[in-house]
């Protein structure tokens, strides 16, 4: 695989979660941590006239693969001041955190192996708005359960 400090936090957080032993909830904040942080330092890429999509697992398949690895992950709330309290939106799902971040950092990494390393800048600067925030209110979660 190409490299760059991206795809290389891309990469370790796909190992902290999917190497055995399951990790801890500090280990997941820090490679969580480290995804937000280097995108502030990713190139912004370009996506090129590849015209293929990176192989995605189903989503529900993947999900009920994080939940059996994470069996004590689950639903928590979330703080948005502009919702309103009943709004649904205001529960998080750490397994859908999971499963979202993995699919976006495979892609992530696929991109780089298969296409280049700017178009896999591109999607992971492009992506932020999703990930990111997955990747942030996880984050809170996981620091509450320490």
């Known amino acids: 695989m190409k490299s760059s400090p991206t795809l290389a936090a891309a990469q370790h957080f796909l190992d902290v979660v999917w190497s055995d032993p399951v990790p801890t909830d500090a280990a997941l904040i820090a490679a969580l941590d480290r995804l937000v942080a280097i995108y502030h330092d990713t190139p912004e890429g370009q996506v090129s006239d590849f015209d293929s999509e990176a192989p995605q697992q189903e989503g529900l398949t993947l999900y009920e693969e994080v939940a059996e690895?994470?069996?004590?992950?689950g639903i928590y709330p979330v703080t948005n001041r502009a919702a309103e309290i009943e709004d649904p939106m205001m529960m998080g799902d750490a397994i859908d955190d999971l499963t979202d971040l993995t699919l976006d950092m495979r892609e992530v990494i696929w991109l780089a192996d298969n296409v280049s390393i700017a178009d896999a800048h591109w999607a992971f600067k492009l992506q932020f708005f999703h990930w990111g925030e997955h990747a942030r209110?996880?984050?809170l979660y996981l620091s509450?359960?320490?």
């Open 137 to 139: 209110e996880l984050a």
């Open 69 to 73: 690895r994470f069996p004590d992950y």
């Open 144 to 146: 509450d359960r320490l």
